[in-house]
Structure formats: C-alpha cells, structure tokens
C-alpha cells in the first residue's frame, strides 16, 4: 500500500526544513510552505543556498499566525510578525518574475543582513500576490509562492534508496527539498504518475524536478560534497535534455489537510 510516510515545509526559501506529522494546504501548497524569501537589498534579487551557502542553517519557523522565528547558531532568535500585505511594498525578483512584495521591516533587515554578511532585507509572499506556474506546463491558472517553479514536490522513499545505492553512501531525503515522501511505490514509480490522491486531496503531476548542484549540500552541516554526489551520480543515469530529473512537482486541486501515514492512491 501507498502511504504518505514525511512532510516537509520550508517557511523560508533556502532556509532549514520542518519536518511536520499534518498540515493543511491551501491553493499554493502546503500551509506557510515558502511564502517568505531574502533578497539583495540593493536589487532585490532572491538569494538562496546557490550564493549563500550557509543558508542551510538558516532556521525560519512558521507560526499559526504567519510570522516567522529566525534563529541560527551564533545568533540571538527574533521573531518577526507578519506584515501587511499592502505596506512597505519592495520590488523584488526571483527567477523571471518581478512582483512587488511587503517588507518585514528594518528589525528582520539587521538581523538577516548580519547573517549573510551584506544588506539584506526579508520578504513576505501574500497569496492574493502569488505568481504563476511556468508556461506550458499544468494550468493558465495554477500558482506558486515562492518556489522555485511549483507549489509541491514529492519524491519516492525507493528512489532515494536507489539513488543511495549507485553512489555507495547513504543520501539524506533532505538533500532534494521534497514537501511530499511516499513509501511503498518501486524506485521512481513516481514518474509514470498523472494524478493522485492523498486524504481528500487531489493532486496533479505537472513536471519531473531538474536537480542542480544545491543537491550536494549535506542539510546537517551546510558543506558540500568534495566528490559532487548525489549531483555527480544523478548525472549518469538520470540525465535528460532538460537536466537530471529527481521528483515530481505537483499542483494540489483544492485545499484540505494532509497527515503522514495517510493512504495514497494514484488515479491516473
């Protein structure tokens, strides 16, 4: 039987996962999943794990009320409430899309500016602001906070397993930044999917998830590999026109709530 065996939420992109055992869903995936975003403060471009390394060990804890804690080694935690989502607007970009998003304010500035080591400022991601999906895949309609493409991503529990065993070492799921860990399904079972259903929800498979070199940063301790694995090994034999191919991305049909251990069923 398919089950949903982890959930995973990342409040802050680039940031330190949650690991969860529920959360409800709303149009843009999972409950706070990504709705908060560092950017230059002199461009606003996004900054992530790709420029900032230590980002890894960024902790931004979601609360019910949609503010964040911010906490890491070394530094005094803040918390930092949500603000209003038509105030203090920053025109800012991620990838090619330039919306204008409210600002957390100076305090959250200092704080994350003192972290990467430059001026930084701390972004929030309201849903009536959500971007679209990228063109050609999915639906005119579909939206994402700020992910990178799409509002989920699941990955098989075997096709870890199988990936860990051509590089000869265990590889931590972390590594890939899925929202959603299915256990029971053969390695990469999830490539053939269309549809699925976990609980009430309904799903779609929009895209396989091109992997970059993010995926060598060890989650537990922020370095990378010296060896370039897991990128070097997905390389070899998951290799397509478009990059290697790790997971699916997926949009969620209506919202609900999800558990780990629920049941999964592929409808398509």
Known sequence: MLRLSALYR???KSGKAESLQHSGL???GLDGDRRWMLVDEASGRFLTQRAVTKMSQL???WNSAGGLTLSSP????LDVPLPDEDAALRGVTIWRD????PDAGDAAAAWVSEFVGAPTRLVHMPLKRARTTQSGYGRDDDQVALADGYPLLLIGQASLEDLSEKVGRPMEMLRFRPNLVIEGADAFAEDGW???RIGDVEFRVVKPCARCILTTIDPRTGERSADREPFATLNGYRKTEDGAMFGQNLVN???GHLEVGMPVTILE
């Not at 330039?98 to 998003?101: A, E, G, S, V």
């Open 59 to 61: 902790s931004a804890l």
């Open 26 to 28: 709303d149009k843009l």
């Open 253 to 255: 049909d209506g919202v």
């Open 74 to 77: 070394g530094h005094t935690s």
């Open 98 to 101: 330039t919306p204008r998003l």
């Open 194 to 196: 269309k549809r699925l």
């Open 10 to 12: 990342y409040p802050l």
